[in-house]
């Protein structure tokens, strides 16, 4: 009998696919994770019912977070990444030798712990020496660090639970004052396309306006997430991440990567007209 699991997006939209097995399953303080292995992606990982993780599709979403700011900013030594517990994008962030430290703040040690069982390749970077793992609320975390990080990466879960107040303007706020003044913050931001999600996405462009001069919604395709496509915003006090000297960055770091490279970088600004008119 074939098994088929839908995560359903909205009331008329959903994705669906075929699991072979379910690996694991349990409820944490914070939510139920579960790993699947399914036809097409791989094992996966689901947080409340939610794919976070796929084997054969992390890397889209891991690079496009981290990279374009990577690269934006000229020399970025200490990093912060809120949630992220899987590793993905710290093992991202780590490819940058520029990089010294960075210490990755997940709220829900249990998802770090599952994710070791079952996605080794993405977890076995923190046993790199520059990595601090710390396991807390980001909220909390921030208000007692100021003027400290280049870089900070708000690698949450959908707004609800226990990632709601990692998209309140008071925690952008927290975000800004632990930046040093050239730093810059980068978050995911849902998708354009699910209409529940927008104002999501509009206020978080609001608030971050209000915050930092310079603030640029960009965009990447995503299979396995809602809708597809998937939006992030980057702020600054300082750097516009379209200009030659982020390209020939980009350039010299060669194919370190899956997806992304210089002309993406370019592409994945360029938004289109239902966005920009959203966004005003």
């Known amino acids: 009998m074939e098994l088929w699991f839908t995560e359903k997006h909205s009331p008329g939209r959903g994705l669906t696919y075929q699991v072979k097995q379910t690996l694991y399953q349990e409820r944490s ?42 690269f934006t900013h000229p020399a970025p030594r200490e990093v912060l990444i809120i949630g992220g517990g899987d590793c993905g994008t710290l093992k991202r962030v780590l490819i940058h030798k520029t990089v010294e430290h960075v210490t990755q703040v997940e709220i829900d040690e249990m998802v770090t712990r599952v994710a070791g069982m079952y996605f ?28 400290r990080f280049d870089l900070i990466l708000i690698d949450s879960t959908d707004p609800v639970g226990p990632a709601e107040g990692l998209f309140q303007r008071d925690f952008y706020a927290d975000c800004q004052r632990a930046l040093k003044e050239d730093g810059i913050l980068c ?65 010299s770091m060669g194919s370190a990567f899956q997806f992304y490279n210089r002309a993406i970088h370019d592409a994945c600004f360029a938004m289109p007209e239902f966005i920009k008119r959203m966004l005003v």
């Not at 699947?36 to 992390?58: A, N, R, S």
């Not at 991440?241 to 390209?247: A, K, L, S, T």
Request: proline share 7%; hydrophobic share 40%; net charge negative.
């Open 29 to 70: 303080q914070f939510q139920t994770i579960d790993i699947v292995e399914t036809e097409d992606f791989g094992l996966v990982m689901l947080l409340d019912g939610v794919i976070m993780v796929t084997e054969k599709d992390e890397f889209v979403y891991h690079e496009m977070l981290s990279q374009p700011p990577l």
């Open 120 to 147: 080794p390749l993405l977890t076995d970077c923190t046993k790199d020496p520059r990595v601090d793992l710390v396991f807390d609320d980001g909220t909390h975390y921030l208000r007692n660090n100021q003027d």
């Open 187 to 251: 978050i995911q931001s849902e998708s354009p396309y699910i209409d529940a999600l927008r104002e999501v996405i509009v206020q978080a462009n609001r608030d971050l306006r209000g915050l930092f001069p310079f603030v640029f919604p960009y965009l990447t395709p995503i299979q396995t997430y809602q809708a597809g496509l998937w939006m992030f915003q980057m702020a600054s006090n300082r750097y516009n991440p379209i200009n030659p000297e982020v390209g020939k960055r980009i350039d």
